[in-house]
């Protein structure tokens, strides 16, 4: 099964990731962890990306590619996986077009998620990560602000650079000016499920999962 999750900033992508990956047993490719990753190591497309996503820019259609390309090569796709957050523009599509010929892949499922601004920029500069057990959270709905309701470690949670109001608003004009394009191109190749990412996780889950079926 190959996934596309496809929707703004914030809307709850890689949330809905980590549980699909764990319910169909199937990789998560998400390009911007795989950049905070290589940012995190030093690496040198670490260094040259790392700026970049602070301000809340797009980093190169050649660096995105190349490091998608390179993800694939390096894992068993055949299993599944989940893309979170490529293609984000008409040039990633013709490089994922090209990367799915290769592979043979002619039917993955294209999930778009939607939410109002309001919601996304809520959620976003609320959103934190534990560092210890990796689990996205929001601080508006867990009981301690302090403590992961997961693994119950304290004062282990981060947020990421780019998180913050004004940086949110610039990712969002980028994500419908840059990225929604994407949509048009892909409604003439494949079918795209809809679905509304306002709707409490599991429903959310629920409504993907009906697609999938
Ligand atoms: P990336 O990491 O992909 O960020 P993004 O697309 O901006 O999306 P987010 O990760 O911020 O949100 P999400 O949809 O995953 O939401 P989440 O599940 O966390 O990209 C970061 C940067 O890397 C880009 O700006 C760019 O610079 C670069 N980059 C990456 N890919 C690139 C590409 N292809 N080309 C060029 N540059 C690229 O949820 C958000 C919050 O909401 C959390 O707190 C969560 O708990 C909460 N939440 C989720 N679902 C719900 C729900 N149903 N109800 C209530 N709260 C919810
Ligand atoms: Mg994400």
Redesign the pocket.
């Known amino acids: 099964m190959q996934i596309i999750l496809f929707?703004?900033?914030?809307?709850?992508?890689?949330?809905?990731?980590k549980i699909l990956s764990q319910k169909y047993n199937i990789k998560h490719i998400?390009?911007?962890?795989i950049?905070?990753d290589s940012v995190s190591r030093g690496t040198k497309s670490g260094i040259a990306?790392k700026e970049?996503?602070d301000r809340?820019?797009?980093?190169?259609?050649d660096?995105?590619g190349g490091l998608?390309k390179e993800t694939l090569a390096n894992m068993d796709y055949k299993t599944g996986f989940i893309l979170?957050?490529?293609?984000?523009?008409i040039e990633?599509c013709k490089i994922m077009d090209s990367i799915f010929a290769d592979l043979n892949i002619t039917n993955p499922f294209f999930i778009l998620?939607k939410a109002d601004t309001e919601v996304i920029v809520n959620?976003?500069t609320?959103?934190?990560f534990c560092s210890k057990c990796e689990i996205?959270?929001?601080?508006?709905?867990i009981p301690n602000v302090n403590t992961c309701p997961n693994c119950g470690a304290v004062n282990s949670f981060i947020e990421?650079m780019?998180?913050n109001a004004e940086v949110v608003r610039k990712?969002l004009g980028?994500?419908r000016d840059t990225t929604l394009p994407v949509i048009d191109y892909y409604q003439n190749k494949y079918k795209v499920a809809i679905l509304n990412?306002?709707?409490?996780?599991e429903?959310?889950t629920a409504n993907i999962v009906k697609e999938l079926i």
Do not use: C, E, H
């Open positions: 929707g703004a900033p914030g809307v709850g992508k890689g949330t809905q990731a998400s390009t911007g962890d950049l905070r990306a970049v996503m809340g820019d797009l980093v190169s259609d660096l995105m998608v979170d957050g490529f293609p984000r523009t990633q998620l959620r976003l609320q959103r934190r996205i959270v929001n601080l508006n709905d990421r780019d998180d990712r980028i994500y990412a306002t709707d409490s996780v429903v959310v």
